[in-house]
């Protein structure tokens, strides 16, 4: 089962993913984590991006197709890929048709995540990881079980918050959203591949209706 998560900065995307590789065994393939660990590496890649993330703005197609590839043509996975923020553009959107079936593989379903603007600046503002092990949290909705020490893998005083997570960066993100990935919702409907979950709720819930969701394919 392949699948893609799409929806705009916040929705819970990374969130979900994590719970879908822990349950169902699938490879989450987060290009917004790949450009980010060249950034960390300091490879000639990661400088290039580095500006074009931190102010928010879209990568080039190019740059992120190739990562995408890469990593098809090298990973294995058994219960299936989650694409999580790719594609990104109509462009991306073709290209991983393409991609898929070149390693004998198709697209199963696209889980469109809905939630309001509000609730995603709340969301980004509170948002922090495990500078360690990357584990998620947020200050009101996913706070760690003993303050400054990561539930995950036990770190104490190493968390992080994301360059780009700011209220100016979340703007322009918002409005990359909102311009190049919205018109894949309607591009996804018309190949009857959409389904839509209510990213408001509860992590829980919607982890649940996902589950539903998937459960139907
Ligand atoms: P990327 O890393 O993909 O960022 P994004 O799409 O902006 O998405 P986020 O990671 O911010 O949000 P998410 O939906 O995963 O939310 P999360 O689960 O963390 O991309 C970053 C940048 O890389 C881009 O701006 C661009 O420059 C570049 N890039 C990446 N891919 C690209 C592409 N394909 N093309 C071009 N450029 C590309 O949740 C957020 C917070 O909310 C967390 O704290 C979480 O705990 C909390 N939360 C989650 N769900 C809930 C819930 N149901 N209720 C309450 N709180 C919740």
Do not use: W
Not at 40 to 58: F, K, N, W
Not at 93 to 110: M, R
């Amino acid at each position: 089962m392949n699948i893609i998560l799409i929806g705009p900065p916040g929705a819970g995307k990374g969130t979900q993913a994590a719970t879908l590789v822990a349950d169902l065994d699938m490879v989450q393939l987060s290009t917004g984590d790949m450009l980010r660990a060249a950034r960390t590496s300091g490879t000639e890649l990661g400088q290039m991006v580095a500006g074009v993330m931190d102010r928010g703005e879209l990568v080039t197609d190019e740059i992120v197709i190739g990562l995408i590839e890469e990593q098809l043509i090298s990973s294995t996975s058994l219960g299936g890929f989650i694409f999580d923020g790719f594609p990104r553009t109509l462009a991306q959107a073709d290209a991983l048709n393409d991609l898929l079936s070149k390693v004998g593989q198709k697209l199963d379903a696209v889980i469109q995540m809905t939630v309001d603007d509000e609730a995603l600046v709340k969301r980004i503002t509170g948002r922090f990881t495990c500078g360690v092990c990357g584990h998620g949290y947020h200050e009101e909705f996913k706070a760690p079980i003993i303050k400054g020490k990561c539930d995950s893998c036990g770190e104490v005083g190493a968390f992080k918050k994301r360059a780009d997570d700011n209220e100016d960066a979340l703007k322009t993100r918002l409005m990359a959203y909102y311009k190049d990935t919205s018109p894949l919702i309607g591009y996804y409907y018309a190949k009857e591949q959409l389904q839509q979950v209510n990213g408001l709720n509860s992590i829980e819930k919607v982890g649940g209706e996902i589950s539903k969701a998937l459960s139907k394919i």
